[in-house]
């Protein structure tokens, strides 16, 4: 089999699993969401953190609790890093020393879902911190994004209320009934692929092929690996992160990885369907993360694999970078999932991919990670495209936009708008701040358009909580450790609190019934409308700089 019949083969069994598995999981996070009862240990945490788990918060205080449980996790992690010398299962003295700096741009990098890692993962971080700290953090940052996906989804399902619902509920039944035992299911599968799961310090020693001994330190990878992907984190044990053979032994548990990225993202639209009780919803949302998803990964494969970006005649163009037992189609599949979710994690070298591939990885995340994007950060994403479309719709047609019944005003759109206006601002502030002053331009590994795509994808994967980046930039000085955290910040939780606040603005409406003006929002039409809102304001946002950047290199 060729290697493009090869890609087509793992791309086509990749999506019928994903479709046969929408429905079911998408109903099953329907059912756990929507249960009014408690389990005896879910109530014991609720105890253990002093809420009442029968008590509603508004969006203001659902807000207010999702920003001071963030608060606490990151200084726990900074504090975890710093001390981690003094603590059992450590590297002891061939640990690289944390810096205050590398705490601080790591602990917020774990709690906002970026797992952006400016150091080497296995000679670094300490058994007990990967565990205790960075896993943890896997399963909560992406409790959060889920929970905020449905505190938005009961903006549109409330009439007439001041509530979305508890935020500690909604994280305790997250993780508990959904993250965790999917988790330990994947973490089941990849051990028996031959992914590493102890607690040696010093696994194995191999040659490598320069002769010399190096010692490989084990670890709890498998544990880690699961929630990393599944809860689309990013964060690697090892510095080659997926590329590597304990993280990523074959070729089978290479999809199984993709899989786990891809699952939850892609059956929450059929959750959103069943909340607001109507499934043709969920399926045009999912429509529309389909049609992102294929062509990107259309696009990034055919840019690797014809060589398109670089010299065609150079030797070993398409697979300079790429894990050789993985595969260029297989690794570019993988680099289109990671882009297109907030996963971060790679099994190849971005910065080695042809100039317009690296350009695909960065459009994916400019597009707001929305095809299918992170664990709930990509459905609300896509919500709020549909908002923005919606109004759009409306004022060709000359009347008042509404969407599931939920009037689109001026306050409406202003919040949708200032939503999908903050990642872009963070991007290109960051990117020009970096380049414009003085003395940076050290950090940069390479000069002209290339150099350019390295802080320009830096920032792009910084502000969507993404993770991955080009390997030429130095991104462990203290400017890039302090803005690139700042970023973080900026790119997940400003659109957080825009989104709870239009969720509440919703949910104090009543139902609009539907008319013979109302725009059918589950319809192919619709599907249309809204691929075409997304990639043109991505287009309007980004061209000039990607014009300078990898535009500029691929067609040179």
């Not at 045009?284 to 992102?292: H, P």
């Not at 008319?515 to 192919?524: A, R």
């Amino acid at each position: 089999m060729g290697t493009a019949a090869a890609g087509v083969f793992f791309l086509a069994s990749l999506v019928i699993v994903l479709a046969l598995v929408h429905a079911p999981l998408g109903d099953y996070m329907y059912r756990v969401y929507a249960r009014e009862t408690h389990s005896r240990s879910e109530r014991f945490v609720y105890r253990l953190i002093g809420v009442n788990p029968d008590s509603d918060q508004t969006w203001a205080g659902y807000a207010r609790s999702v920003l001071a449980f963030s608060a606490v996790c990151v200084v726990f992690l900074f504090a975890l890093q710093l001390v981690q010398g003094k603590l059992p299962l450590h590297l002891a003295d061939t640990a690289t020393p944390m810096t205050p700096g590398l705490a601080w741009n790591t602990a917020v990098s774990f709690v906002t879902n970026t797992n952006w890692q400016a150091y080497a993962g296995e000679s670094t971080q300490g058994h007990l911190v990967q565990m205790a700290g960075l896993a943890v953090q896997n399963f909560v940052s992406a409790a959060v994004g889920m929970a905020v996906a449905m505190a938005f989804v009961r903006g549109f399902v409330g009439r007439g209320t001041a509530v979305l619902g508890s935020f500690w509920v909604d994280l305790v039944r997250g993780i508990w009934r959904i993250l965790l035992p999917i988790s330990v299911i994947g973490a089941t599968v990849l051990i028996a692929g031959g992914v590493v799961q102890n607690f040696h310090l010093n696994d194995q020693t191999v040659t490598t092929l320069t002769g010399a001994p190096q010692t490989l330190p084990g670890g709890p990878v498998a544990g880690q690996e699961a929630i990393k992907l599944l809860g689309t984190n990013g964060g690697g044990f090892y510095n080659a992160n997926s590329a590597h053979p304990f993280e990523n032994p074959t070729g089978w548990t290479n999809w199984v990885e993709i899989f786990l990225v891809l699952v939850i993202a892609f059956s929450l639209p059929r959750t959103f369907g069943r909340m607001v009780d109507n499934t043709k919803q969920g399926h045009a949302i999912t429509a529309v993360m389909a049609v992102l998803a294929l062509t990107s990964v259309s696009l990034l494969c055919w840019s690797q694999l014809a060589h398109h970006g670089t010299v065609p005649t150079a030797a070993g163009a398409a697979t300079e970078g790429v894990e050789q037992r993985l595969g260029v189609a297989d690794s570019a599949v993988f680099a289109t999932a990671t882009t297109l979710t907030s996963t971060g994690a790679v099994d190849s070298t971005h910065d080695s991919y042809t100039s317009l591939g690296g350009l695909m990885a960065m459009v994916d995340m400019q597009l707001g990670e929305v095809a299918p994007g992170g664990v709930g950060s990509g459905l609300y994403g896509m919500l709020i495209l549909a908002v923005i479309t919606v109004f759009v719709a409306g004022l060709m047609v000359g009347r008042t936009p509404e969407h599931l019944g939920k009037k689109i005003g001026a306050r409406e759109i202003k919040l949708a708008a200032g939503y999908f206006l903050v990642m872009p601002l963070v991007v290109l502030c960051g990117t020009a701040t970096s380049i414009a002053l003085p003395g940076l331009g050290a950090a940069i590994g390479n000069t002209g358009p290339h150099g350019l795509s390295e802080v320009l994808y830096a920032f792009t994967s910084a502000a969507n909580n993404n993770g991955s980046a080009f390997a030429g930039l130095a991104a462990d000085t203290q400017w890039y450790e302090i803005s690139l955290g700042i970023a973080m910040l900026l790119g997940r939780f400003v659109p957080i609190i825009l989104v709870l606040a239009l969720a509440g603005t919703l949910a104090a409406q009543g139902r609009i019934p539907e008319s013979l003006g109302t725009l059918p929002t589950h319809k192919p039409q619709f599907v249309g409308l809204v691929v075409g809102v997304t990639v043109i304001l991505v287009a309007l946002t980004f061209l000039p700089a990607l014009a300078l950047g990898p535009l500029a290199e691929g067609l040179h």
